[in-house]
């Protein structure tokens, strides 16, 4: 058995999340102009990438199962190509896995880092408005009507000087 479907399935799953990838970075511009009715498009577009990631992401596990039993090794819990590439005879078939591979991490990772600074951005965004309600919010202890501390405007300690 070849690796040839494996290689689509990483491929397939390297071009989905450089979609996802993109989405990610219009989000992070979205935030930045708080355009809420975009963000809630983008979040549509991203939940359905995100099904589709796992649909092939379930594929090549079952893909890399069916490899590792043609091959006589009983699979893990947890099929990896990883585990392929150990069990793989042919060089050429190693490196164009392993590249496919490293390929599809590289995007993960850049996907990572740009969720991570969304977070951060939304989280940020969140304690502007929180500060902003805080400002325009008048605190309970502030507001004190008592007639003890309410005093009359006193004549006898003027300090005008009207002859200045």
């Given amino acids: 058995m070849s690796i040839e479907k494996i290689l689509q399935s990483l491929t397939k799953l390297d071009m989905l999340h450089k979609s996802l990838l993109e989405i990610a970075y219009k989000k992070t511009e979205v935030i930045k102009t708080g355009d809420m009715d975009s963000l809630n498009q983008l979040l549509k577009d991203e939940q359905a990438h995100v099904a589709g990631i796992s ?20 699979p893990t819990d947890n099929p990896t190509v990883a585990l392929v590439l150990e069990n793989t005879n042919t060089n050429e078939e190693k490196e164009q896995l392993g590249a496919a591979r490293n390929k599809l ?8 880092y ?25 605190k309970p ?21 009207s002859q200045a």
Avoid: C, M
Avoid at 57 to 72: I, N, P, S, W
Avoid at 118 to 134: A, G, I, P, R, W
């Fill in 114 to 138: 740009q969720n991570d600074l969304n977070q951060k951005l939304t989280l940020q965004s969140l304690q502007f408005v929180n500060l902003t309600l805080d400002t325009l919010r008048p």
């Fill in 55 to 74: 649909q092939l992401e379930q594929q090549r596990q079952t893909e890399v199962t069916d490899y590792l039993r043609a091959k006589g090794i009983a």
């Fill in 141 to 161: 202890d502030q507001i004190n009507y008592s007639k003890s501390e309410v005093q009359a405007p006193s004549t006898t300690n003027n300090y005008f000087d």
């Fill in 105 to 112: 991490l590289l995007t993960i990772e850049t996907l990572k």
